[in-house]
């Protein structure tokens, strides 16, 4: 059997990535796939792409990893942009937008957020029809199973029986139709979706990094014991947001908020 940690949008929190990796390591996984979204939002996301490059057998690209590698975020000079320079902008730019691999008889695909394109939406808790995602949101989880041209898949390609995105920022696992989808939250921007900007005494509990494990016999197309744990991290939220404090990074005041209180 062998184990496999998943985890997204990591957002350039460097204090819950080295928390987070420290949690993979101590429990013996070898094997880490990062599902996207290592930049922008915190003030790290040079050192996160260094960190991930050397942790991480597969990286997929997030909506805010292809927004800050392109050529308007350079044009407009964004702080992230100058923070990773053109090198780490260059290997984000040129991640996949989809994984896939065999576990135990099952057919896992993966990729940021749909097989449509990196900012649609599927929450299974929360309709998101107030949200900027208003236009992009899925309502039919059946469809994260399709074949899209935008991951390069056709009618021709097998229909996954496991998906895992990330994206939303908050972690579930659901079951449909002898399928399942999961998603591993965020390791450094936790949301959950009824909080406020209050922070409370119940916000330790959300606040913390996450990311999932799976287990069976990998690369094997014989169905056999299969399991999937999520894991939560707690890391020192004292120290990231010290480290946005002394940053020069706009808009820090909001990004504190978030951190303090895991509002969406």
């Avoid at 975020?73 to 090198?87: A, F, Q, T, V």
């Avoid at 390069?152 to 996954?160: C, Q, R, S």
Wanted: proline share 5%; aromatic share 10%; charged share 25%.
């Amino acid at each position: 059997m062998e184990r496999i940690a998943i985890f997204s949008d990591v957002h350039a929190n460097l204090t819950a990535l080295e928390a987070t990796l420290q949690d993979i390591k101590k429990r013996g996984l070898t094997r880490s796939i990062c599902l996207g979204d290592i930049v922008l939002k915190g003030v790290s996301p040079d050192i996160a792409i260094d960190k991930i490059r050397e942790s991480c057998e597969v990286i997929i690209q997030g909506n805010c990893d292809e927004y800050i590698s392109s050529p308007y975020s350079l044009e407009k000079r964004h702080w992230s942009r100058i923070k990773i320079g053109e090198e780490r902008a260059k290997f984000i730019r040129d991640l996949p937008v989809c994984y896939e691999f065999y576990m135990s008889g099952y057919l896992i695909r993966l990729f940021h957020a749909s097989p449509f394109g990196l900012s649609y939406m599927y929450n299974p808790m929360y309709n998101n029809q107030d949200s900027t995602y208003a236009n992009r949101k899925i309502e039919n989880p059946e469809s994260l199973f399709e074949n899209a041209s935008f991951i390069g898949k056709n009618e021709n390609d097998k229909i996954p029986d496991i998906v895992g995105y990330g994206h939303t920022h908050t972690p579930s696992i659901v079951r449909l139709k002898n399928k399942m989808i999961f998603n591993p939250g965020s390791v450094g921007m936790p949301a959950e979706m009824l909080n406020d900007s209050n922070e409370n005494e119940t916000s330790k509990f959300s606040t913390l990094a996450s990311y999932i494990i799976l287990e069976g016999e990998y690369g094997s197309t014989e169905l056999c014991t299969f399991s999937l744990q999520l894991v939560r991290v707690p890391y020192s939220l004292e120290t990231e947001i010290e480290r946005v404090k002394k940053s020069d990074m706009p808009g820090k005041e909001k990004l504190i908020r978030k951190l303090q209180t895991a509002e969406p």
